[in-house]
């Protein structure tokens, strides 16, 4: 029951706008100030830091200190990952320097991002087979505003720090850790620990553990600058990759390679992505033109098909354009998806799938609209042999092949760095359906 009503609402594709930022992101920042200006006593640059996030999307073009924010697109780093391995080994030989206090983004009820609120919390200790990471970015995904809102049937911890797509240093480690060293490079994803005995565990599907630790839900998670994860599930980030690229991988990009391999398509065959222009969307596009699929990217407007079409998608069909978009996906495929990943928040999207879907295809559900059912035809679910299957993020192995696609550069992230004392304005933007691609945290700023 538990897994039943958790998997449907575990993850959501981030919904479909073209512009990050608009009128509602000033409203959010006045809204914030009082969170701002906390963080800002305790923080050096927190002031300085917003000012410039601000300035940078008034719009008035200027480069400098701004370029920072800029929407990036990156592989790999090679200058900024020398420095990040020194630091690391800088941080690994002054392990007895980690502070007692460090600054963490808390809720202690559900509610509006007003409840965000920056403040000083002890740094954990890791316990026996846990590591401290020191993150240094982490992203921010829709689950994350679940665990704010509260609207899930799971409850959450509280108080909580959220956040599960962070990338960081190990610079301590608890009793009986061998294979993870201080100063390795880790991702921290959704996934914190899981009991490794169940039968989940043991066939590799431990993302169904019973005993399952979610980071930033049931466990604190990496909105702070020193988080816990399991020695046994932080993920290697390979020496190739920066930091700030590894953590849209650590959910979003693990979740859509999963999901790629459940629909089974074979080279040369034709994956169907509706919602392709989202944060999972545009990394699931990369994934599977790197798998040698052929894609069909299902978004609507130009600012979409644009980030679609430069993420490699062979076909872009505008669902607010094309009147039947069934008998198009149907027509430039041949006979229908070999496979579909939904990631769209529109429950018409996975009604289209299962007509759009060739015989003997499988349809993956990845999105999570409220309260959405899928209505299949009985008879040709039937006859089509079709199968429709669910999938929640990926075990280890599956992270560890996420980041070597993008060590390798044919996995490309789309994504924004901004400050850490910017979170509650991402939020307020994933309310108002204003992200494209993905925002990364600067936990420095
Ligand atoms: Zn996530
Ligand atoms: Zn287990």
């Keep these: 029951m538990f897994l039943r009503s958790f998997g449907r609402q575990l993850l959501r594709a981030p919904s479909s706008s073209s512009s990050f930022l608009s009128a509602n992101v000033s409203r959010a920042a006045a809204r914030s100030v009082s969170q701002a200006a906390v963080y800002r006593n305790s923080l050096f640059c927190g002031s300085r830091a917003l000012a410039r996030h601000h300035h940078h999307h008034a719009g008035c073009g200027c480069s400098g200190s701004a370029s920072r924010l800029t929407t990036k697109r990156g592989s790999t780093a090679a200058g900024t990952v020398a420095s990040e391995i020194s630091a690391a080994a800088a941080a690994a030989g002054a392990a007895a320097g980690i502070p007692r206090m460090q600054m963490g983004a808390v809720i202690t009820k559900h509610g509006s991002p007003e409840e965000v609120e920056f403040k000083q919390i002890p740094v954990p200790e890791p316990g026996p087979g846990e590591v401290l990471v020191n993150i240094k970015f982490t992203g921010v995904c829709h689950t994350d505003l679940h665990a704010l809102h509260g609207d899930w049937p799971l409850p959450a911890k509280m108080p909580l720090v959220g956040g599960h797509e962070g990338a960081g240093y190990v610079v301590k480690v608890g009793d009986g850790v061998t294979d993870v060293k201080l100063g390795d490079r880790v991702g921290i994803k959704w996934m914190n620990g899981s009991c490794g005995k169940c039968e989940y565990c043991l066939s590799a599907r ?26 046994d599930h932080v993920t290697p980030i390979p020496d190739n990759v920066s930091l700030e690229v590894a953590a849209p991988i650590m959910c979003a990009g693990i979740t859509v390679y999963r999901a790629l391999k459940e629909a089974a398509v074979q080279p040369n065959q034709w994956v169907v992505l509706p919602g392709a222009g989202g944060g999972l969307g545009h990394l699931a596009i990369q994934y599977a033109r790197a798998m040698s699929m052929r ?9 979409k098909e644009k980030l679609c079409r430069d993420c490699g998608a062979d076909v872009f069909i505008d669902f607010r354009k094309e009147a039947d978009v069934v008998a198009k996906v149907k027509e430039v495929t041949g006979g229908g998806a070999h496979g579909t990943l939904v990631l769209s928040t529109s429950s018409k999207s996975y009604q ?33 042999m079709l199968k429709i299957c669910g999938s929640h993020v990926g075990n280890r192995l599956d992270s560890i092949e996420a980041l070597q696609y993008v060590s390798s550069g044919a996995v490309k992230p789309v994504y924004k760095v901004q400050p850490f004392s910017t979170l509650p304005q991402v939020y307020s933007a994933m309310e108002a359906g204003n992200i494209a691609g993905r925002i990364v945290l600067d936990l420095s700023l």
């Design 295 to 303: 894609v069909v990217a299902i978004d609507s407007g130009a600012d």
């Design 352 to 384: 289209q799938a299962t007509e759009f879907s060739r015989p003997g295809s499988t349809l993956v559900t990845v999105s999570m609209p409220p309260d959405a059912q899928l209505n299949a035809d009985i008879f040709w679910l039937t006859v089509k």
């Design 206 to 231: 431990e993302s169904l553990c019973p005993h399952i630790l979610l980071s930033g839900y049931s466990v604190d998670g990496t909105f702070q600058h020193y988080a816990i994860g399991k020695a």
